[in-house]
């Protein structure tokens, strides 16, 4: 790595950033018909009074250039929180470099610090470099759990 690497948690005055890496993150996964949140979403999201998730910025020198988003679940199984990661992004130009370690170790730690029992997430099935990546971290393909969702419209019929 050339550039010195830091990470820190993001602020309202990053959500402009935010929203940049999200989008491309969005258009890595070929979802970006789908990124419908606004800067507003996120303030309210991250910083309202209940704050629902948590951004961290990883940063090459000065600039953002990966992130990861993630909140608390709760095991009843283990009795203790857990934490889903909902996104770890880095930036094309920028992947290779040991970035996108060292924000899934970061995470991993904070879910230590707070007392997690486990960290979970989801990833595309086409995603070859992301599942290769989860691998050699040491992570756990469940093949007998499939992820389940109801959208917006799901939630209003019933």
């Known amino acids: 790595m050339t550039a010195e690497w ?3 948690r993001a602020t309202v005055d ?5 929203l940049r890496l999200v ?10 018909d789908q990124f419908v949140a606004t800067e507003s979403d996120f303030r309210e999201a991250l910083f309202g009074a209940t704050p629902r998730a948590e951004i961290w910025l990883g940063f090459a020198g000065t600039r953002a250039v ?6 608390h679940t709760f095991s009843t ?12 992004f880095v930036e ?7 970035y996108g370690s060292r924000l899934f170790r970061f995470v991993a730690q904070l879910a230590r610090e707070r007392g997690c029992g486990r960290m979970e997430w989801s990833a595309l099935d086409w995603n070859e470099p992301a599942l290769k990546f989860y691998d050699a971290m040491g992570a756990k393909l469940l093949d007998d759990w499939r992820l389940l ?3 917006a419209a799901g939630l209003e019929r019933l």
Request: hydrophobic fraction near 35%; charged fraction near 35%.
């Open 66 to 71: 990966g992130y990861v988003t993630f909140f």
């Open 6 to 8: 830091t990470i820190r």
């Open 77 to 88: 199984f283990l009795g203790k929180p857990g934490l889903y990661l909902e996104d770890l």
């Open 92 to 98: 094309e130009s920028e992947r290779g470099r040991g």
């Open 23 to 32: 989008r491309a993150l969005a258009r890595y996964e070929k979802l970006e």
């Open 14 to 18: 990053d959500l402009p950033e935010v």
């Open 149 to 151: 969702r109801l959208d």
